[in-house]
């Protein structure tokens, strides 16, 4: 059997001041996910090893780590593909680490409660809501996007400024913003508007390139550019509301 | 735990430094060359500008404008900006269908390698005409 060396960043809130490298030798077979590698640490070598797993088949979104320094689902990244390695693996990028492999996901939970992510009824709640496969295009592939917060990883700007709402959550905005079912969009464009809506976004596009589920969360947040700008040179030409959307 | 483990860090969050964060992955990289080279089009935006402001202000002041674009030192800028404006387009045309609403042709959805080979056409043939147009008025 193959033999590769694993790297992990460690990081223990209470005995470590800082993130430590640690260096494991790991065999592994040619159907061997970093995922299955890291199982195989915690179950033979060191069981204090910490980090998030469920499906093991790319659709829960747990596992997303940095993986050679890109942001990657370590379920559907093989070892073979990194063989000779070694293989650097180290919680995702411009998260704080609770520990080792672990992100505190606090500040993505706090603003996904914020965009209104469901269907508003329209003013025909009881229609019957048909769709042209056109119409369903514009929102689909943003309906796809599993929360693994990749794209949060491989947006500096979202490093540099916590604040901003993110490519994923900016992807799920516009999926429901897009659904020609939905009539919310009024209500969700102060969030989009806002200086940490899709104005902190700088177009460097890697959030779409890592996304597993290809998603393209820049084309979301780029389209929504043009809405938000729309919106607000419309907005002195709109008729007060009276009441919130 | 190791000795010296110090308690009060109970649930503490360690929040990793954002120092160099540009030159440690290469799509970083190329999207800060990207950024920094819309600075030499602005740049060279400038240069033309100052070229009609001279052709306004006479003979003499477009003879000397001429004459500083023949300098060596303004033959290496335009090399440098050259370099720098197709890096640009490059970068740019690579991104433009992230930036723009979903095309349909036929009810299809147009894909976005069609999009940047396009845009990389356009580029190409605006270029080629510019030249040729030179090439015909020259003195």
Same mark, same amino acid.
């Given at each position: ?19 430590? !490298? ?30 998030? !797993? ?29 063989? &000779? ?20 996901? #606090? ?35 943003? #309906? ?14 979202? @490093? ?38 899709? !104005?902190?976004?700088?177009?460097? @596009? ?10 393209? &969360? ?17 907005? &002195?030409?709109? &008729?007060?509301? #009276?009441?919130?959307? | ?18 120092? /160099? ?18 600075? /030499? ?6 240069? %033309? ?16 404008? %001429? ?30 269908? +992230? ?8 009810? +299809? ?19 080629? %005409? ?10």
């Amino acid at each position: 059997m193959r033999q590769i060396e694993i790297q992990c960043l460690r990081y223990h809130p209470v005995a470590d001041q800082a993130p430590r !490298w640690q260096t494991y030798e790991v065999p592994f077979t040619d159907d061997m996910s970093v995922l299955q590698g890291l199982q195989h640490i915690k179950d033979q070598l060191d069981g204090s090893l910490t980090f998030r !797993w469920s499906c093991r088949m790319a659709i829960c979104g747990s596992c997303g780590m940095m993986v050679n320094g890109e942001p990657k689902l370590s379920c559907e990244t093989f070892l073979r593909d990194l063989f &000779p390695g070694p293989v650097r693996v180290e919680a995702l990028n411009h998260f704080p680490i609770v520990r080792d492999l672990v992100i505190d996901q #606090s500040d993505f939970l706090r603003k996904l409660e914020s965009v209104k992510p469901y269907l508003i009824p329209g003013k025909d709640p009881e229609g019957t809501f048909l769709q042209t496969p056109q119409q369903m295009e514009q929102y689909y592939q943003y #309906s796809k996007c599993i929360n693994c917060l990749l794209c949060y990883a491989a947006c500096p700007q979202y @490093g540099l400024d916590p604040e901003f709402i993110g490519p994923g959550l900016m992807a799920l905005i516009h999926r429901y913003n897009a659904d020609s079912r939905d009539g919310g969009r009024a209500g969700r464009m102060e969030l989009i508007n806002a200086e940490q809506g899709v !104005w902190t976004c700088t177009a460097v @596009g890697y959030c779409s390139d890592v996304c597993p589920k290809h998603v393209d &969360p820049a084309n979301a947040v780029n389209q929504n550019k043009v809405n938000g700008a729309i919106a607000w040179l419309a907005g &002195p030409f709109r &008729p007060k509301a #009276s009441g919130k959307p | 735990m190791t000795s010296g483990a110090d308690e009060t860090r109970q649930g503490h969050r360690y929040v990793r430094s954002m120092a /160099g964060w540009w030159h440690r992955n290469p799509v970083y990289f190329w999207y800060m060359v990207r950024e920094v080279t819309a600075v /030499g089009v602005a740049v060279y935006a400038l240069v %033309l500008l100052a070229g009609v402001v001279s052709l306004a202000l006479g003979e003499a002041s477009w003879n000397r404008w %001429l004459a500083a674009m023949r300098s060596p030192a303004s033959i290496a800028l335009h090399v440098l900006l050259l370099a720098g404006m197709v890096c640009h387009a490059w970068s740019w045309f690579a991104i433009m269908p +992230k930036t723009m609403p979903m095309l349909f042709v036929g009810g +299809k959805r147009v894909a976005a390698s069609t999009i940047t080979r396009a845009g990389y056409a356009a580029a190409v043939a605006a270029a080629a %005409l510019l030249v040729a147009l030179a090439w015909w008025l020259r003195p």
